[in-house]
């Protein structure tokens, strides 16, 4: 499954929708089918509420079915273990898809940890370092995402292998593209997300390089 989407926090709310549909179906109906299909009638009459369209109840359940095997298959290791292999394709759209779609379900992971997913940074650190701009461009966004946590592992790991691809991309000239590049600097630095976007507004990008490159 590979979606193709900006990276964005609408995007990764979409990708929750049917683990929260299915929580409040879960809630409202009881989660056995049978049960749920026999009690409907008693419910209706102690609730004094008209019958139901005929199917309604059946098309719920096979709702709640639907959305739970679209949550298990955002949720299969193996989905994400496949998009870390074609992270490494040959070719460059492959790649490109690939680090698209696991930077959505690694939001998702991070946002939701109770679904249990597990998305290794490691992959996107990589793409640093690559000599195609795509690869740059979608690893850097997916880590500007990731490193709001600010996890020290990951922001060691972003400054022993990829530093000085970092502050190259921080210094694109076009400030889409030079931003996620800063925010990963001025993390590693300890500066605050508020203060480093002011700071680059105020043209002090080298500062943000600076104590960055400092920062043990």
Known sequence: VIVDCAPTAETVRLLALPSTIRTYLERVLPGHRRLARSIAPVLRRAASMPPAP??????????????????????????????????????AEVRNNATRALALIAGL?????????RVPFEPFIDLLNSLAWTD?????????????????????????????????????????????????????????????FAMYERGEKEKIIEAARKRT
């Open 54 to 91: 005929s199917g309604v109840l059946e098309a719920v359940l096979e709702l709640t079915d639907e959305l739970g095997r679209l949550h298990d298959l955002l949720a299969d290791p193996s989905v994400v273990d496949d998009l870390v292999y074609a992270m490494r394709d040959p070719a």
């Open 109 to 117: 992971a991070q946002r939701r940890p109770e679904l249990g997913i």
């Open 136 to 196: 740059r461009n979608k690893a850097s966004l997916a880590l500007m995402q990731l490193t709001e946590s600010r996890d020290p592992a990951m922001l060691a790991a972003l400054k022993a292998r990829a530093f000085d691809s970092i502050v190259d991309i921080a210094q694109w000239t076009n400030p889409g593209h030079a931003v996620p590049g800063v925010f990963m600097l001025a993390r590693m630095a300890g500066i605050s997300d508020a203060d480093a």
